[in-house]
């Protein structure tokens, strides 16, 4: 099978053609028709084979996790998605892994209005790269830069739970059945906060998705408002599943320093924060924290101490990462 | 130096900022405000070194190339190109390579009014992928699939030069220097032909660049818009270099088989060919045969014979590619 077979067999994307999309896959590029008052929200992510993922991941959670990490980014932006574009490199035309990873790359985009509209496909080391872009009302969306002293920081779902599913992975721990099942979904199968990105919009000050830890990610929000904050440990949110392995998953070091949770993190004016809720925004959210006038982000753990965490996310070029 | 390190010293992009950009690089996604009353045109590449470059090519080579094969797609449809994002997987973070690989993307990118907005930098083998966005007046995209039967088929520039290079690159044939730097510099820094593609509006009835080599890209055409063509090779348009060295580049097989020249490939109603002219296009453009209700391509030599050529064009998942 050629380029153009492995195109037609398992990137058509019969299943999801969207209106605005005037020429899909099959020319030198795609043509699509953007809504006008509306701002474009690009985003790109690269994951790169026994850096992100082990070669041997089963490639319909590759396909999910990687239309799941753009969702993410886009969701953070508050932002709607709508087209993508998907560059690949593939060691050898392996048709059992294109039809896994196609089947998760698609049921994650359908499930968000995604229609694929180009790409590249080329041989060589297995890397997948997407592109995903989507739509704010104009002025809408959600940055890094608008935290302000005195805005209540929040998280959505529950953290650490990839962490703990990527020690079990690891073969680091070992948890009965279902709770290994759980954390490693959530490792492998992030929830994009799509739709509580976009119920966000006018409310949050600032907001980011949790792709390399809540140390390190709120750090950038901190960092890009020139603000600090001040994080609770005992507030945030951790599933039943952590707190019951909660020494073996690496306790807050965990919770706070590890990436691929997809959550979101944002701040909230104390004046808005009523509209915060759970009702509101389709999805659990806890407030774990406020903004400062400091520099740099303190944590305390329950005794009122401070807590330096061991680990400070993700980090692309470090060998451990 | 870290990602972020990485990001900020080689791709921050200082020199080049659009007003249309509210958000650039360093946030979870860009912002940018896209020009009511147009179409938005998509393209992505990706380029692998040994497959699609040599691993020691000069970085800046590579930076050139692949923003111009992203930007010869944006031209095949008539766009405007305006942003990009960039997927890089780099083995380490080498400062020489990124300095030059970096000069070469915004010297390009430069040269056509292109911002880099984001993207994402991770360790893995050297590969490198472009999404680059651009517009079009709605409804005056070039597409591949509106040629019809009577149409003169045109070319740009010259054919085969970069097939030339190929060959030089790879020690398969020696040149004298001028005539060697002058197939070298067409293989590795192709001119993206962006501004005759936007005179082409409402004058192409179907274009395509020429990445594949003309056979497989006109072919590209014919199958796209159910026709068939007549291509006289006689009047193809070769350089003075490659009439000199013609039998050692391969003769007519690298003109019309080999890739990389990136010139345009359209078709005109007999009725428009007027308005096809170097003044109007800004650059040396040759008719060189007609769309025919036939199918498929027929090409004839000198002598009216029938021409077959031995190769058929790049194609990604050939061995030889």
Redesign the interface.
């Known amino acids: 099978?050629?380029?153009f077979g492995?195109i037609e067999t398992f990137f058509a994307d019969r299943a999801n053609r969207r209106d605005d999309v005037?020429?899909g896959i099959?020319?030198?590029?795609?043509?699509?028709?953007?809504p006008?008052?509306?701002?474009?929200?690009?985003?790109?992510?690269?994951?790169?084979?026994d850096?992100?993922f082990p070669a041997g991941t089963d490639p319909y959670a590759v396909g999910v996790k990687t239309m799941a990490v753009n969702l993410s980014?886009?969701a953070?932006?508050g932002?709607e998605p709508a087209?993508a574009?998907?560059?690949?490199?593939l060691p050898?035309?392996d048709e059992r892994w294109l039809d896994g990873f196609s089947r998760g790359l698609f049921d994650q985009a359908r499930d968000f209005g995604v229609q694929l509209?180009?790409?590249?496909?080329?041989?060589?080391?297995l890397?997948v790269?997407l592109?995903l872009?989507?739509w704010?009302p104009?002025g809408e969306?959600l940055?890094?830069?608008g935290a302000a002293a005195g805005d209540r920081i929040f998280v959505t779902g529950t953290l650490g739970d990839a962490g703990l599913g990527l020690r079990c992975r690891q073969g680091r721990v070992s948890l009965p059945d279902a709770d290994e099942d759980y954390a490693r979904r959530r490792l492998d199968r992030p929830t994009a906060r799509v739709a509580v990105g976009m119920a966000l919009r006018g409310i949050a000050k600032a907001?980011?998705?949790l792709s390399d830890g809540l140390a390190a990610d709120l750090g950038h929000v901190l960092a890009?408002s020139g603000v600090g904050a001040h994080v609770e440990l005992a507030r945030l949110p951790l599933s039943p599943t952590y707190r019951r392995h909660f020494a073996l998953a690496g306790g807050w070091d965990t919770v706070v320093g590890n990436g691929d949770d997809y959550e979101l993190c944002f701040t909230v004016s104390p004046r808005d924060c009523a509209a915060v809720t759970e009702a509101r925004l389709g999805c659990v959210v806890t407030e774990i924290g406020e903004i400062t006038s400091g520099a740099g982000l303190v944590m305390t753990d329950e005794a009122g101490q401070i807590f330096v965490p061991a680990a400070a996310g993700f980090?692309?070029?470090?060998d451990d990462?």
Not at 85 to 89: A, H, K, N, Q, V
Request: aromatic share 2%; with cysteine; net charge negative.
């Open positions: 099978m050629d380029e492995v005037a020429v099959g020319d030198d590029g795609a043509v699509v028709v953007p006008c008052g509306h701002h474009l929200v690009v985003t790109a992510d690269l994951l790169v084979a850096r992100h980014d886009l953070a932006m932002a087209w574009t998907l560059t690949l490199s050898e035309v509209i180009g790409g590249d496909t080329v041989k060589g080391p890397a790269g592109q872009l989507g704010v104009a969306a940055l890094r830069r907001a980011i998705d890009a980090e692309h070029f470090r990462g």
